[in-house]
Structure formats: structure tokens, C-alpha cells
């Protein structure tokens, strides 16, 4: 045997809630001022998220307007507050605590990217690039294609059925593909295992999961 996994997460996971809300927050400053630069991070932990990096605009955003941002990011999600579910399990609006660390961003990498002519320099944010792979139609490998299908399922279910299934999701995807040389190759043998993680109302039974 030769395993590779790949896992996805769904909107309601903290790792991509802090995503959501990053996208968010760099959305309405571009909004309010198109010359914005944004290097914003954001950590989700339990009911709390904190809001850090650095950020040079004139959009001028409160304390109140981050915060604001926040939950309306989670209602998007599906944490609209009318779960059926405890708040251990999950997160409600009205109670997270935002916490907003945001600096004006460095002279000296504001040097670097200001240029006389209108030109715009480097800063010191890095680039992520992947590449395609002929496993499936969409040139993504087939594990992590197959785990984003199987979320995105799952996750439009527990939008639908939340008094059901919660929306902080994650699944697994393993291929078994033999060999090395067939991993190099692109060409899986088999589907060795599926794993999928949801909350799940405690009035639900093992086999109605």
C-alpha cells in the first residue's frame, strides 16, 4: 500500500471561520478605501476571536465596526444563534468576544511598497502557488477534490438540518495508490478510507448519524 490523505474543513471549522472573517475584514476596507493594505490575522478560540496585524487605510473602522464584521461573518456561516446545540458545541454571535489588535503598518515596509511613479513595490507578504494534476477533470488531486465534495455535502445538509448537525465539519480522504511510482504518476488504486467529523445533536442516535 502507498496512503495519501488530504482534509477539508467546512466554513463552520475555526480554522476556516478565521479565514471567512480575514476576508471579510480586508473586503470592507478595500471597500471603503481601494489603497488599503491589509495583513490581518485572526485566531478563533472557543467564543473568543482576536483580530491581529497590521493595516494602513483610510477607512478609519472602530473597535464596534470590527466586531460587527465578525458576527455578521459567523451568521453567514450558519452560527445565526437558533442552534440546537449547547455552547460548548457551538459558537452564538451575540456572545463571542472580539478582541482587535490591529497596528499601523511599518514605515519601513510602507517605504517599499509607496512608489514615486505610482508603481507599487514589493512588501514583505509572501506568495502560496500550487500546480495541476491530471487525477481529476478539475486538475486537483484526487484526495483533497473528493474531501471538498464530501464537506461541501455535509455542510449544505447541517445548513439545512441544524437542529441536526452542526456546521464546524472536517473531512478525510485517504487513496491507497500501491505504489510510489503510481503517486507519481497520478494514478490512485483505491479509496482506503473516508472520515467525517460533525457535531451532532446528543437526541440523535449512531445510526441516524
Known amino acids: 500500500m502507498y496512503l495519501f490523505t488530504s482534509e477539508v474543513v467546512a466554513p463552520g471549522h475555526p480554522d476556516k471561520c478565521a479565514d471567512i472573517i480575514a476576508d471579510s475584514i480586508v473586503d470592507r476596507l478595500i471597500i471603503a478605501d481601494s489603497q488599503s493594505r491589509v495583513a490581518s490575522e485572526v485566531f478563533v478560540a472557543g467564543n473568543h476571536v482576536v483580530i491581529g496585524g497590521e493595516v494602513t487605510s483610510k477607512a478609519n473602522l472602530s473597535n464596534k465596526d470590527y466586531e460587527k464584521i465578525v458576527k455578521d461573518a459567523l451568521i453567514?456561516?450558519?452560527?445565526d444563534g437558533k442552534s440546537a446545540f449547547t455552547k460548548e458545541q457551538c459558537l452564538y454571535p451575540s456572545e463571542v468576544k472580539v478582541q482587535v489588535l490591529l497596528n499601523q503598518q511599518s514605515p519601513d515596509i510602507n517605504q517599499g511598497?509607496?512608489?514615486?511613479?505610482?508603481?507599487?513595490?514589493a512588501g514583505d507578504q509572501g506568495i502560496m502557488f500550487g500546480y495541476a494534476s491530471s487525477e481529476t477533470a478539475d486538475?486537483?488531486?484526487?484526495?483533497i477534490t473528493y474531501a471538498r465534495v464530501l464537506s461541501d455535502?455535509?455542510?449544505h445538509y447541517a445548513l439545512k438540518h441544524n437542529h441536526?448537525?452542526?456546521?464546524d465539519i472536517k473531512t478525510q480522504v485517504t487513496l491507497d495508490y500501491g505504489t510510489k511510482e503510481n503517486f507519481e504518476n497520478c494514478n490512485p488504486l483505491s479509496i482506503h478510507t473516508i472520515?467525517?467529523?460533525?457535531?451532532?445533536?446528543?437526541?440523535?442516535?449512531?445510526?441516524e448519524v
Open 164 to 167: 441536526k448537525l452542526g456546521v
Open 139 to 143: 486538475y486537483m488531486p484526487a484526495a
Open 153 to 155: 455535502k455535509v455542510y
Open 76 to 79: 453567514g456561516i450558519g452560527y
Open 113 to 121: 511598497v509607496d512608489q514615486e511613479d505610482g508603481e507599487t513595490g
Open 195 to 207: 472520515v467525517v467529523s460533525a457535531p451532532s445533536n446528543e437526541d440523535m442516535d449512531i445510526t
